[in-house]
């Protein structure tokens, strides 16, 4: 069976050395030794000045809508996964939803100035599969009206823009460290704030709001990543380069093989080095996607309908219609992407779209 993805699990012995550490230690989380380690080693590998790692990519979500979000309505993108728009509701915020650009899948900066009321308080976007929004265009937006920017970043590790790590735009980026994210804790996240007072509260937040032992600095949640999970992520992060090498593989092999005459594929855009974290074909229709899919189902390959449905249809949402990112959703499909993949299942799944789509 060929899965949309396929977590890369390091040689076991590798994770057991750490945990013999940890049993050494007697400590399991609270920011232990290894927590402490891993965000030490991703601040090298990033180049970031601070990065606060969690225990998942949807709370650092919560807690920067909560600290920036203000009860107000947060501008955002339709075309991400649920947890972007899940969060400003669950913080008592309102989504107000802008539309997508078709070719680069991000929200449509020359569409948000009209969708600002006295009450935006932020813009929530998402740097869809790794691919950067307009970001100077938002920030151009975002200064012009005094809104904070919080891009989804869940998708982007290892990802440049403008030759520095992407996670350094925005008010607030987050990002997740779930199994079927490139790198990853099994599950697990990171908050990245470029504001220092900020980068305080943050961190107050994350663990209930304790200042010391008996003092509280303010509200706050537990957010805190475990050491069997920080142990994890180091063992992962020795092997980053080869899962990217190897991903770059298999998008090639996509990019020359398939016939992008009869289907879309993402636009990254310029001044990106972007991190191959999915490959999403675009096909002319919702009823050629469900062939494609059944062709390859018959075969035992499992793509995945991501993002589906467009945020702004599902129930509880309820928000206006968004005619681009609703027809992108309906033909979407990610195909099979992961360090390691067969190359006889890659010829296979190249012929069947191949075949489905003239
Ligand atoms: C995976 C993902 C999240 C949620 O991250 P978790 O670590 O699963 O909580 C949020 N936003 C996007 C765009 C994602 O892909």
């Given amino acids: 069976m060929v899965n949309v993805t396929k977590t890369f699990l390091p040689p076991l012995e590798e994770?057991?050395?750490?945990?013999?550490?940890?049993?050494?230690?007697?400590?399991?989380?609270?920011?232990?030794?290894?927590?402490?380690?891993?965000?030490?080693?991703?601040?090298?590998?990033?180049?970031?000045?601070?990065?606060?790692?969690?225990?998942?990519?949807?709370?650092?979500?919560?807690?920067?809508?909560?600290?920036?979000g203000n009860n107000g309505e947060i501008i955002t993108t339709p075309f991400s996964y649920v947890?972007?728009?899940?969060?400003?509701?669950?913080?008592?915020?309102?989504?107000?939803?802008?539309?997508?650009?078709?070719?680069?899948?991000?929200?449509?900066?020359?569409?948000?100035?009209?969708?600002?009321?006295?009450?935006?308080?932020?813009?929530?976007a998402t740097h869809v599969f790794g691919n950067p929004c307009h970001i100077e265009e938002i920030e151009k937006i975002a200064k012009k009206h005094k809104l904070y920017i919080i891009y989804d970043a869940a998708h982007c590790f290892g990802v440049k823009y403008k030759n520095q790590s992407i996670f350094k735009y925005g008010t607030i980026s987050t990002c997740s460290f779930h199994a079927t994210k490139i790198f990853h804790t099994g599950e697990g996240g990171a908050i990245i704030s470029n504001d220092k007072e900020l980068t305080k509260k943050i961190y107050y937040s994350h663990n209930f709001g304790h200042d010391g032992p008996l003092n509280f600095h303010g509200l706050g949640i537990n957010a805190k990543i475990s050491e069997l999970q920080s142990a994890m992520g180091i063992t992962v992060l020795n092997h980053i380069d080869t899962i990217l090498k190897k991903r770059k593989e298999v998008v090639d092999y996509y990019n020359t093989n398939l016939n992008l005459n009869k289907l879309k594929i993402i636009k990254i855009r310029e001044n990106t080095e972007w991190n191959y974290s999915y490959y999403p074909i675009i096909l002319s229709s919702e009823n050629k996607l469900l062939e494609v899919q059944k062709e390859l189902n018959i075969h035992n390959i499992f793509p995945r309908r991501y993002f589906y449905p467009s945020l702004n249809t599902i129930k509880y949402v309820n928000g206006e219609k968004m005619p681009i990112s609703e027809s992108i959703s309906s033909r979407v499909l990610c195909l099979p992407l992961y360090a390691g993949i067969d190359s006889s299942d890659l010829k296979k799944i190249v012929s069947i779209v191949n075949k489905t789509i003239c």
């Fill in 15 to 68: 994770y057991q050395n750490l945990l013999k550490k940890i049993w050494e230690n007697e400590w399991l989380t609270n920011r232990g030794q290894f927590t402490l380690e891993l965000e030490e080693k991703l601040k090298i590998y990033l180049g970031l000045d601070n990065i606060l790692i969690t225990n998942n990519g949807t709370i650092p979500l919560q807690i920067a809508l909560k600290l920036l």
């Fill in 83 to 124: 947890a972007t728009t899940s969060s400003i509701i669950w913080e008592n915020c309102k989504p107000i939803f802008v539309d997508i650009n078709e070719d680069f899948l991000t929200i449509d900066e020359t569409k948000i100035e009209n969708a600002i009321t006295p009450n935006t308080t932020a813009i929530l």
